[in-house]
């Protein structure tokens, strides 16, 4: 993932800053505990598409 990408997109619920997790390739809301995926290197950014984040996660 971009850096100056994850520099200027936000979480299109909060607005507020989203991490990138490697692993599952996808950008991370913390403070709506969502995941939004990653496809074909582009982040889809709709509500419709996000998991919840397990209570595992989350920490």
């Not at 994850?6 to 991490?19: D, R, W």
């Not at 997790?21 to 996808?26: I, T």
Request: include cysteine.
């Amino acid at each position: 993932m971009d850096h100056h990408l994850l520099e200027i997109i936000a979480c299109p619920i909060c607005n507020g800053k989203l991490h990138f997790d490697k692993k599952n390739l996808e950008l991370i809301c913390q403070t709506d505990k969502l995941a939004y995926p990653i496809r074909n290197g582009i982040p889809v950014l709709l509500e419709s598409h996000a998991r919840d984040l397990s209570s595992l996660e989350k920490k």
